[in-house]
């Protein structure tokens, strides 16, 4: 009888609780359920952002720059200004006129930064690639390969368009000044001219960053457009609240 007793008690308070529950308003319970952390939004942007259209287009364009075509057709590339620079240069540096061969190998999309302007609008992401230059030439007689770094700086701001609907969009995209780093990898040897190695550095830094640059910020810009609704929604939010979502290491 004891027992019967004491279910009848549970399930009247089974009931009593479920009542109450119900009785909440939904709204208000839910999002603090679902809503995402600052760290799960900037972590689920640049790993967005690192992986599929962007690696893979970045590892494409790295891998195809065509710097010998440019550099053996001078002034007469369709590229223009960038043509005609590296024409007066190979004409004023001799050493250049005797390259024979140069490829890219290895290109890679290192690890992405992210961070937040000190206003809390805007996002600034850094892309760093890497990739290694191999230089043929007779005056070396073999192989000379390079080891070459260099940061884009995309800014990212959020809209809505008319009918409401959230956008991140591309701002300023540009080479980060002083970025490009070259170091030797091997082949320079003792006999081996100096001035090769500093020649191909300064062409390399006069024209590598804005030709990166001019391939890569319209991947960037596409890549965006095809982010997650969802993602691109709850980051747009935060921004035009100036929201602190970033974590600051």
């Not at 027992?3 to 479920?18: S, W």
Request: glycine share 10%; aromatic share 2%; with cysteine.
């Amino acid at each position: 009888m004891f027992q019967v007793a004491g279910l009848v008690v549970f399930c009247g308070l089974l009931a009593q609780t479920t009542a109450l529950l119900e009785a909440l308003p939904l709204d208000k319970a839910l999002p603090l359920a679902l809503a995402p952390s600052p760290t799960d939004l900037a972590g689920s942007l640049t790993s967005a952002l690192s992986n599929g259209p962007l690696s893979d287009g970045v590892l494409g364009i790295l891998g195809n720059l065509p710097l010998l075509d440019i550099l053996k057709a001078g002034g007469n590339t369709p590229s223009g200004l960038l043509g005609g620079l590296l024409g007066k240069l190979s004409s004023t540096i001799p050493l250049l006129n005797n390259i024979v061969d140069l490829k890219i190998t290895d290109p890679q999309l290192l690890e992405l930064g992210l961070v937040q302007s000190p206003d809390g609008h805007r996002l600034y992401v850094t892309i760093p690639l890497g990739l290694v230059l191999n230089v043929k030439t007779p005056v070396v007689g073999s192989l000379l390969k390079l080891a070459v770094k260099l940061n884009i700086t995309a800014e990212l701001s959020a809209v809505k368009d008319e009918q409401g609907k959230s956008h991140l969009v591309l701002g300023d995209c540009t080479h980060s000044p002083g970025s490009l780093k070259i170091s030797l990898l091997d082949g320079l040897g003792p006999l081996s001219p100096q001035g090769l190695l500093d020649s191909i550095t300064g062409v390399l830094d006069k024209v590598l960053p804005g030709l990166v640059q001019g391939k890569v910020c319209p991947l960037v810009n596409e890549v965006l457009s095809h982010l997650d609704v969802t993602l691109v929604h709850s980051i747009v939010e935060a921004l035009i609240q100036g929201q602190e979502f970033v974590i600051k290491v």
